[in-house]
């Protein structure tokens, strides 16, 4: 008999997680419903929980359901043994949710499911597929987008930050990214990008950021590629390049409204298969989870992704 397997970030938003999935599973006990679930303990951690779930469980298999953030769902996507056999459900519990956003699933979807006042549908979307061409790993996956440049430095910093224990024990936790904000705004220098779409090479210089995406929202709902379409075959590239410090600040407020697209010193088109290449490594972020540098080339994944929401 299949089960519903759960993996909950109980870290997400601020411990946001924890308290959705106190609702869910009050919900799931009242009405019977035969379950299992699985909480993460540190960062990576839900990609080892579906990989275990998914090797060990596969026959019961049939439904798994991720409560936190974009990252938690990054996770259990690239845990997964074989994508096309399961059918996914995210419950947004984290602090951006571009991923909730983008694929339109509200955070009382399962509740309404599981109270049985809404009838779920099952979707297919495209996943991107991501191949270090210097390295043997192997290929890793992203659902929302990945960020070459400023805002991947950003996340880097915010990671590395000197104080980022003391404030998240005095509660001040959400001052880490503001701040690293401001110390990579300074500090970042522009680089130049070789990017190869549809056998064609464009060379860019000067770029702030350089953005694949999967559907219009980013960075906890700007609409950096309003056009995307996770249902197409195709990412919207888009990359900013020859910005003055206070026009990158003017970018990023018209990006909130998708207003950017027609804006100097921005380029945006539509390919299926990209190689991103710079002269030196430049990180770049999947999901908001660091992954690694430049080169990367980029493709849909065979498999869509099958979401029950």
Not at 37 to 46: L, V
Not at 176 to 189: D, E, G, I, Q
């Amino acid at each position: 008999m299949s089960q519903w397997f759960f993996i909950i970030n109980p870290a997400a938003g601020h411990r946001n997680g924890l308290r959705v999935w106190k609702a869910v599973q009050k919900e799931l006990i009242k009405r019977k419903i035969e379950h299992r679930s699985f909480m993460t303990e540190y960062p990576g951690h839900a990609e080892v929980l579906a990989r275990q779930i998914s090797t060990m469980q596969e026959h019961k298999l049939k439904r798994l359901i991720v409560i936190g953030g974009d990252g938690t769902m990054h996770e259990a996507v690239n845990g997964l043994t074989h994508v096309k056999n399961v059918e996914l459900s995210f419950v947004p519990a984290g602090a951006y949710n571009d991923f909730s956003k983008g694929f339109s699933i509200k955070k009382s979807d399962l509740l309404h499911e599981i109270k049985k006042q809404k009838r779920p549908l099952t979707r297919s979307f495209q996943l991107g597929s991501m191949r270090f061409p210097h390295e043997k790993a192997q290929t890793l996956y992203f659902l929302n987008h990945i960020g070459i440049g400023f805002d991947a430095h950003v996340t880097k910093k915010a990671m590395e930050f000197p104080f980022r224990r003391a404030l998240t024990l005095l509660r001040l936790g959400f001052l880490v990214y503001p701040l690293s904000y401001l110390h990579a705004s300074v500090t970042y220098k522009p680089f130049s990008l070789s990017c190869t779409a549809e056998g064609e090479e464009r060379e860019f210089h000067n770029v702030w950021f350089a953005i694949v995406s999967n559907h219009p929202f980013y960075g906890g709902g700007m609409k950096a590629a309003p056009l995307a379409n996770p249902r197409e075959q195709a990412f919207d590239i888009v990359i900013v390049e020859n910005l003055s410090f206070v026009k990158k600040y003017w970018l990023l407020f018209a990006m909130n409204f998708g207003k950017h697209v027609n804006m100097k010193g921005v380029t945006i088109f539509k390919s299926q298969e990209i190689a991103l290449n710079t002269r030196d490594k430049i990180p770049f972020h999947a999901d908001g989870e660091l992954i690694g540098t430049t080169p990367v080339e980029l493709k849909p994944c065979p498999a869509p992704l099958r979401l029950k929401s």
